[in-house]
């Protein structure tokens, strides 16, 4: 398994932005599919954007398309969410994710490598 850890969450108003970052330790993430997950108080965790580690293909929810973009970059074996536009309803716990899969999950299941999580407030 790889180690993951998150930063670069807080506390934003609605309308800012927020860049996370996800850092691998363990194993190279350039074999990986990786994904932000996120989970708000007394929910699911809910799939929020991945990117297959082969051509790089992005999926986002609905939610945050044109909002968030994921990147990779495999040199630094990190991989961020650059979130934009936040609204409150964005306000959870923001978890990295790596998978074996070649095509990005979107059920956590599918996931075998978590990071600790970073919290996203967002303020209206």
């Known amino acids: 398994q790889v180690q993951l850890v998150e930063s670069g969450g807080g506390l934003v108003q609605a309308g800012g932005s927020l860049r996370l970052a996800c850092a691998a330790s363990g194993r190279t993430l350039s074999r990986y599919t990786m994904a932000w997950f996120r989970q708000a108080p007394g929910k699911e965790r809910d799939f929020v954007a991945g990117m297959t580690w082969r051509l790089s293909i992005a999926d986002y929810v609905d939610s945050v398309k044109g909002r968030f973009t994921f990147s990779r970059d495999n040199a630094k074996n990190t991989v961020y969410l650059q979130m934009n536009s936040l609204k409150p309803e964005d306000t959870a716990v923001y978890y990295c994710?790596?998978?074996?899969?070649?095509?990005?999950?979107?059920?956590?299941?599918?996931?075998?490598?978590w990071g600790q999580g970073t919290q996203v407030t967002v303020s209206s």
């Open positions: 994710a790596a998978s074996d899969y070649s095509t990005v999950p979107r059920r956590p299941g599918s996931y075998d490598s």
